[in-house]
């Protein structure tokens, strides 16, 4: 079992920076590949970025690539998305996801585990 919870979403200016975190519960968190999705309003969910367990392997969306970088810290039961040069459409609820299976994970299907998300809103 393992819960997520998201934190370091806020108010950002065009251009300008965000780190998100989200940490996880239980002992079996560096099993887990974790991922980061967002949904804006009105429109569907969609993947940003996914790490491995071991944080050696990441993958991301083409929208994001260039700008924002996944990390993980096993040690503290933590992942991270660095956002930079923020856009408007970055504007989302980003939510925090953990997979056993990194495909299944990218492709946003069958999710193990959510975290309750965290507003994200990018002014012009």
């Known amino acids: 079992q393992v819960q997520l919870v998201e934190s370091g979403g806020g108010l950002v200016q065009a251009g300008g920076s965000l780190r998100l975190s989200c940490a996880g519960s239980g002992r079996s968190f560096s099993n887990y590949h974790m991922g980061w999705f967002r949904q804006a309003p009105g429109k569907e969910r969609e993947f940003v970025a996914a790490v491995n367990w071991s944080g050696g392997g990441t993958y991301y969306a083409d929208p994001v690539k260039g700008r924002f970088t996944i990390s993980r810290d096993n040690a503290k039961n933590t992942v991270y998305l660095q956002m930079n040069s923020l856009k408007p459409e970055d504007t989302a609820v980003y939510y925090c996801?953990?997979?056993?299976?990194?495909?299944?994970?990218?492709?946003?299907?069958?999710?193990?585990?959510w975290g309750p998300g965290t507003q994200v809103t990018v002014s012009s």
């Open positions: 996801a953990a997979d056993l299976t990194f495909r299944m994970l990218v492709a946003g299907q069958g999710i193990d585990y």
